[in-house]
């Protein structure tokens, strides 16, 4: 089966930095998304892993370990705009379905 | 805007009724996901269709079923509908199936059962 973990919350301050953890177990693997989703609206894409190591696009990152399946997303110069929910979600093998995650919601604080 | 498009926005029924709800993807993409977001819940993944073939099911229950039409655009019908139905449905589209390729979600269909 597939089973996804990430915190329920976390608070961080306008200007830090603040990393968001998720680990997961899956039967077969093909890749790894990070999506934000504000309340009420729609999940928009933030980023793909599908192979070890960081990939950076300005302010956020990702990082995978497919042997430890673990993930995490990074969010730098943290802005208010930033409070939303992060959904790590995992694609089996084939791409075919997608799980996401419960959720992570964080809360920016001045 | 996702350019993926959702009817209707909003939809309140009573129990026992069945609705349907309606996705249009992205031009050229052909794959459609559907999702259910319960309050303050994960997306629960529903079904997944490509090119009018189903290619992937997840919980989704018998009294809920889902077509993608050759025009690829795709409907989710909800029957028997219960309190517990009520919930964000997402629509999501990729342009193919099988990859990493991101998914872009539509703006849901809220549904409120009565």
């Known amino acids: 089966g597939q089973n996804i973990d990430q915190p329920t919350e976390m608070t961080a301050t306008e200007g830090a930095i603040v990393q968001i953890n998720c680990t997961y177990q899956t039967s077969g693997f093909n890749g790894l998304f990070w999506y934000q989703q504000h309340a009420g609206e729609a999940p928009t894409f933030l980023s793909y892993?599908?192979?070890?190591g960081l990939e950076e696009k300005g302010r956020f990152s990702s990082f995978l370990s497919r042997s430890k399946g673990y993930s995490y997303l990074l969010l730098k110069e943290l802005q208010m705009k930033d409070s939303a929910s992060y959904l790590c979600a995992v694609s089996n093998t084939g791409g075919f379905k997608t799980i996401f995650g419960a959720g992570t919601r964080l809360f920016v604080k001045a | 805007d996702s350019g993926v498009t959702q009817t209707p926005k909003h939809l309140i029924t009573a129990t026992g009724q069945r609705v349907t709800l309606r996705c249009s993807p992205r031009s050229g993409d052909l794959s459609v996901y559907w999702y259910q977001q319960s309050l303050d819940q994960g997306l629960q993944f529903l079904i997944q269709?490509?090119?009018?073939?189903?290619?992937a099911k997840g919980n989704i229950l018998e009294r809920f079923s889902a077509q993608q039409f050759p025009d690829l655009h795709s409907e989710l019908n909800l029957s028997s509908l219960e309190l517990g139905d009520s919930a964000l449905y997402f629509c999501?589209?990729?342009?193919?199936?099988?990859?990493?390729?991101?998914?872009?979600f539509g703006p849901g269909t809220r549904l409120t059962v009565l």
């Open positions: 999501a589209s990729s342009a193919v199936s099988g990859t990493g390729n991101e998914q872009f």
């Open positions: 269709y490509y090119n009018g073939e189903e290619r």
């Open positions: 892993n599908v192979l070890d």
